[in-house]
């Protein structure tokens, strides 16, 4: 025979468990986010978005009462969610317990602050539906650090020489943007990744004859890392090709 | 015996069939477009273009009347396709009758406003020679949309993270151009897709060193879609070698 | 008996026969090209060059007599070339005897113009030792013409679409510069090719967030015939190496 | 029974061979680099960068002292590694005895000039842990440099000719940009590889239409080279996979 305060606890853990499986997406048996999750996915990305935008004198003069409001209800939201997910841990066999509890409250995972939400959004959208391609993406550019590494000590030895030759070329004419080496710079990596400012330009015959070799170098620059992570891609697809599997079924 | 009348008839379905054929691309047995659809194109290329000339208030005085005339030819000529598409539209047995008739006049096909008529051009493109290419290209991008998904997330990411922290660089002296992240981020799309319009570019040091570290970043936010989209290229080529099929075979 | 005469017609023949291997880099059996034709090669690019650097009128001031005395020298080197390759061309069936002769100086190689200068620096590079490499390259770029123009033709379709929507965002306020769509044209087609020579930037609110997804939207089309190009010479590479051919064998 | 001269003079030798072994990276047997080497890199590599930082005259005056004592400092830890370089000298046999030593002392390994010393760090960056990725994009380069060439060659004609043509439509309207081919080749070099300065830019609607098929031109100029090392690549991973080698087991 069950007493009545038995019967409580053991409904109160039903329900334990169930706010368990809706916030702890690792918790989870079946793939994806559970809808929970999913909107605190989405409230995070609107607490970033409203912190971006708040930034901005123009919008804060057009909604003055606005974000206080917003920032006032999202972050009621979140510490709903936070309360959730404090009662949620006793689930968890590490913070089981009053213990327990304080060290989860203690945890990264729990706090709110604003990197923290975004590194939470991160979390999230790596266990949700793009987790294989997340997956893939990363170990094609783990599997070639090495390669890349290289194309970056490359790419910094061609900046130091570029700027070197164009400190020695263009210093006399224009001190103020090239009157040093890391002065110089500035347009060498201007130049070498084709971005291309031109608010810095040499404008003697011999830089202008340098700076456009250094561009032509510059599509060799961004053509190497292109390359590795295109060979990178090939090899990851034919793997899992091979092992049968496709993104396409779901 | 043939009464007249029903003679008349015949000759009249043989004309809607023949109507039906030059006008209708899908019910063609060859491969490639009909002269009359060739026409048809070409038309509709000549009407954007001339459309989009018509803005220019220089080529308008150049030439006031020619606009006129030639939209009015062109309007003629359309709605000459468009009778002949509803007299033709009787093959086709969702259309037949006087009811079937109107619901065709209603379809978006049958419509020749000025997005429409870009839409029946890609139409026309895709049933036309190219559509095999165009296939493997969609095929390909489609194919990868997890991990193009994936890049644009991290592209969203990064000019996030990089728009922030000029912000923190440059707000004090240039408040113009990065007093706020949405403003930074003007700057960063341009860093970042290596467009550099230069007309907003960091002036501290600080500003400078953190700029050439986004250009850099931006090289690998161009390769890894390039990386991505050739790989898929790579695995849709084989796929075709495989089964023995060759584009060139025309 | 051999007759004087004949012996001298027969050492005659001789003579234009070598002349004749000297001068036809296809009448060559061994690979690359003759010493002559190499000469011939460096003086054709020789005479572009200085006829590139005759129109600064800096360098012509520089040395005034200088460009004269070198086209004189070159215009001489070229006649004798001519001259010979008259000669030689008895040896060739289509061209032999007084008709012959008068049909080759009419064709397009004997004449020494400009523009058939670079025309035959081509077609003697084409010969030459980067033949298998400017086959590969032809090869893989001809057999992807389908791809490549459908990557164009979606290149024009964002062009008109970004001009259009960027024309009604920007129009009332820079009418100088997005007046109108042919003018916003410029725009786009540096924003979307990733060059952004910023002499042209929009300054609503509207038109920045769109320019910025229009420069997204670019790395795209960059990414696109970068990957069918990266997928054609791999392509390519796997038929060479199949075949057991390799460059490095010279 | 050893002498305690012999006793010394073989102490000597144990200590050479250790010295040997510490300084020359080709002596070691194990992977990678020996803890003196890498001390050795991580000084080259501040002596480079102090070097670059001095140029700058307001890091100069921010630490007038700073950088005598640091240049002096470097200057006496060199030197050290120098007298150690060439007692060790002694253990190859090329350098053995005082003819040897002064050899030695002579051989463009053992100066410490400026560019020898970036040499002597690229030399050592070769012989430590990512000798492996360093050979590959070697080999992958080197393969291809017929490939390379030609798509060089291409980009030059592509520059001649764009900015030809350039210059017969702008330099009646910019004689100061355009005036000349020379000059109008620091446009063309700057479409064609999209960097896009804006210094310089067409003015003219003939010169802007044909300024934006330059820089679409340019997008095919850019793929060629990402294309052929992407292939490059591809193939040596091929090569490497199937060989059962990794670079992931260390």
């Known amino acids: 025979m069950q007493q009545p305060n038995s019967q409580a606890a053991s409904d109160c853990r039903v329900w334990r468990r169930r706010l368990y ?17 999913r909107c ?20 804060r003069a ?49 706090i709110n602050a604003f990197t923290l939400r975004l590194l939470k959004l991160i979390r999230l959208a790596r266990l ?45 004419h224009q001190p103020e943007a090239f009157g040093s080496i890391p002065r110089a710079l500035w347009w060498s990596v201007a130049t070498l990744t084709t971005v291309g400012y031109g608010d810095v330009t040499p404008v003697t015959p011999g830089g202008q004859v340098f700076a456009g070799l250094t561009a032509i170098v510059g599509i060799g620059m961004i053509a190497m890392p292109t390359g590795i992570l295109a060979a990178a891609f090939s090899d990851a697809m034919q793997k899992r090709r091979e092992q049968g599997e496709e993104y396409d079924n779901d």
């Open 62 to 110: 057009l909604a003055p009462g606005f974000f206080i409001t917003a920032e006032a209800a999202l972050a009621m939201a979140f510490l709903v969610e936070y309360i959730g997910r404090v009662i949620a841990a006793g689930e968890d066999p590490r913070y089981r317990g009053w213990a327990g509890r304080l060290r989860f409250m203690a945890s990264p995972w729990a």
């Open 128 to 172: 949700g539906r793009f987790s294989n391609a997340i997956g893939d993406l990363y170990r094609a550019v783990r599997g070639r650090r090495y390669e890349l590494t290289v194309s970056l000590m490359v790419a910094g030895l061609l900046l130091v020489l570029t700027s070197s030759v164009i400190y020695v070329l263009e210093a006399n």
């Open 21 to 37: 499986l809706m916030l702890e997406p690792t918790a989870r048996q079946a793939p994806g986010l559970s809808i929970t999750n």
């Open 40 to 59: 605190i996915a989405g409230l995070i990305l609107l607490a970033t978005i409203l912190t971006l935008l708040e930034t901005e004198p123009v919008v």
